[in-house]
């Protein structure tokens, strides 16, 4: 069974599982920087707050509350270990096939994409005033 960890939604829990991190102690052994790497080599494609919020998840705290300093210092480090990852070959390829959970006993149903309001200005600038 896996366990809720803070900061990360289904789609992420679902990435995670798929990578072979289940629980906290899981991503505790890797640590947020490897379970990012992982992510981006099983083919899916994470966003840095993905890469916050693993590193939220350790330190118990909302992913917008990592300082900027080791914000910066996560995507310097992910930034050089994506790029020694091998590149893909030949015509691009979607990464693999739409995450799904289990709903119940026999029961399959799509997750829906998280909307956390990143793309809409309206609402960055709600959460610049807070």
């Not at 994409?113 to 807070?130: K, L, S, V």
Request: hydrophobic share 40%; net charge negative; charged share 25%.
């Amino acid at each position: 069974m896996t366990a809720k960890l803070r900061n990360i939604g289904p789609k992420s829990m679902a990435w995670l599982r798929q990578t072979g991190i289940r629980t906290l102690e899981d991503l505790q052994g890797v640590g947020a920087l490897a379970a990012y790497v992982r992510i981006k080599r099983a083919g899916f494609k994470p966003s840095l707050n993905l890469l916050y919020a693993l590193e939220g998840a350790l330190l118990d705290c909302h992913w917008q509350e990592i300082p900027e300093a080791r914000r910066n210092e996560l995507v310097v480090a992910a930034d050089a270990a994506v790029a020694l990852l091998p590149k893909g070959r030949g015509k691009a390829m979607p990464a693999a096939a739409p995450v799904t959970t289990r709903q119940g006993e026999g029961e399959e149903a799509s997750m829906p994409e998280p909307d956390f309001g990143f793309d809409d200005p309206d609402r960055q600038e709600e959460h610049a005033a807070d």
